[in-house]
């Protein structure tokens, strides 16, 4: 006979690609880079949004890693306008994972300090459960979407570290509720700063990327910060300065 | 589809822990799986059949818990299930925030053969 054995294990099945996640992001801060994980539906103007952001932002180099299913034209697109971009393709993958980003970012030249956005795939469900080492969530929504979308896709919305809401010139054309889309948002997120804007325009692509730029400095205080800390034996202080906010 | 490496992170863990334990076979498998893990039960089985020939795992049941989101009211504190497009709490009305509990995504235990 043989012997049988129950064995218990509570093993995190995230845990590797947190991991490697987290190893990403110490790199990264490392090299002065802050990353944006960029999420949203197919078609919420997530490219046209890096594009409006890029062009408000002052001091700090942009580089773009655009992830997609299939083809290159958001990458071509952004080369054009002599931004780094880099292609990654799923072919069928809903969402990228921390090793595709940790491989990606090998062969990226960081010549200078600045902001990486990593575009995922357009998708409002699985990028939201996956690290890939970024220091802040951004999810792009729109008004076309229609205002139950937080209710639909929560964990979406409890995740954003920041809410762009896009297509805002569409508004009067559009039954919108406003008031039940922020009531939802509110209730899962409570801190989540919600900027308005409209891709076709630019309007409010401006503080976007101002809160964008202090969120980025921010980061790279908090990293040196924390490293002076070290020295000292004093870590309570760096926690303070990660939660200001405006 | 994202099921597929998930699920051999699932049967790699499991190798490890049953190799450690010097395990002739893993007979089954336990999951808890939260509704709110992005995780499909089925999926995971059906892939695991195919992955799992010829390692520890082959012929392993996968048994899956399941683990239904709650919010936390912020109104009582009462936990509760939430209805379709509401937040709030069928105790007080105020809104209820998100918690943990739905989110699970583990192998809680594994039963082997020496």
């Known amino acids: 006979m043989h012997d ?10 995230h845990d590797e690609n947190d991991h490697i996640a987290a190893h990403t992001n110490e790199d990264l801060t490392d090299r002065q880079i802050y990353v944006i994980n960029v999420m949203g539906a197919p078609g919420v103007g997530k490219t046209t949004t890096l594009k409006n952001i ?32 880099f292609q990654i393709n799923t072919f069928g993958a809903c969402h990228l994972d921390a090793p595709m980003i940790h491989n990606q970012v090998q062969s990226i030249k960081f010549g200078e300090k600045g902001v990486l956005f990593i575009e995922n795939i357009g998708n409002l469900v699985c990028p939201a459960e996956f690290s890939i080492g970024e220091h802040c969530k951004m999810l792009i929504s729109t008004v076309t979407e229609g205002s139950d979308k937080p209710y639909k896709y929560p964990l979406a919305f409890e995740k954003a570290d920041v809410i762009i809401l896009n ?11 406003e008031e039940f889309y922020r009531k939802g948002v509110r209730a899962l997120n409570k801190e989540v700063p919600v900027f308005k804007v409209s891709g076709k325009t630019g309007e409010g692509f401006a503080e976007v990327a101002a809160w964008i730029q202090k969120k980025a400095e921010e980061a790279k205080a ?7 800390d070290e020295d000292t034996g004093y870590h309570h202080h760096d926690h303070d300065t990660a939660h200001t906010h405006d | ?24 076979r893993i007979k089954s498998i336990k999951l808890v799986v939260g509704d709110y ?39 009582c504190g009462e936990l509760f299930e939430r209805e379709f497009l509401s937040f709030a709490c069928p105790k007080c009305g105020s809104d209820g ?7 699970e995504f583990y192998i809680e235990s594994i039963e082997i053969e020496r």
């Open chain 1, 167 to 177: 297509k805002t010139d569409l508004l009067p054309y559009l039954d919108f509720d």
């Open chain 2, 1 to 24: 589809m994202h099921e597929f490496p998930i699920t051999q992170q699932i049967i790699k863990l499991a190798e490890e822990h049953a190799t450690e334990l010097c395990a002739s």
């Open chain 1, 4 to 13: 049988v054995l129950k064995v218990n294990m509570m093993a995190n099945i």
């Open chain 1, 54 to 85: 890029i062009r408000n932002m002052k001091g700090l180099k942009p580089y773009v890693i655009e992830g997609d299913i299939e083809s290159d034209i958001d990458t071509r697109d952004l080369r054009s306008l002599g931004i780094d971009t």
């Open chain 1, 222 to 228: 908090v990293h040196h910060h924390h490293h002076r």
């Open chain 2, 37 to 75: 893990s992005g995780f499909v039960g089925d999926s995971i089985q059906m892939y695991f059949d195919v992955i799992s020939q010829g390692t520890l795992c082959e012929g392993a049941v996968i048994e899956i818990e399941h683990v239904t989101p709650k919010m936390k009211c912020t109104g």
């Open chain 2, 97 to 103: 925030e998100p918690t943990e509990i739905g989110k």
